[in-house]
């Protein structure tokens, strides 16, 4: 089914990001609870960005499929899902002290 709307776009592109943030905890931090993860990421504004940044790379898959499908209003609701996460990067990084 081919549903070219910028919600489902920013559906997908709010929720793939959580995955990635979860798939970076596997992979570089599994070695602590999550619940402690949870915690750094709240104390380490630092590597709060540096994990939703690599979290937010898997945005570019169904970016790039959408893309190529010609589905462009559902492509860019996943850029702009993909832009709030940056502007909350960028405000965690600046602005939390």
């Known amino acids: 089914m081919k549903r070219n709307v910028p919600l489902l776009g920013f559906v997908i592109g ?9 798939i970076v905890y596997l992979i570089l931090f599994r070695g602590i609870a999550f619940p402690d993860f949870v915690k750094d990421m ?5 590597q709060a960005t540096k994990v939703i940044s690599l979290g937010i790379l898997i945005n570019i898959l169904p970016f790039i499929f959408y893309t190529n499908k010609r589905l462009d209003l ?3 609701g ?9 502007v909350v990067m960028l ?4 602005a939390w002290n």
């Open 74 to 76: 559902t492509a860019r």
């Open 91 to 94: 405000l965690i990084k600046f």
């Open 42 to 46: 709240i104390h380490m504004p630092t």
């Open 14 to 22: 709010a929720i793939l990001p959580l995955i990635g943030i979860f």
């Open 78 to 86: 996943i850029f702009v899902a993909t832009m709030l996460y940056a």
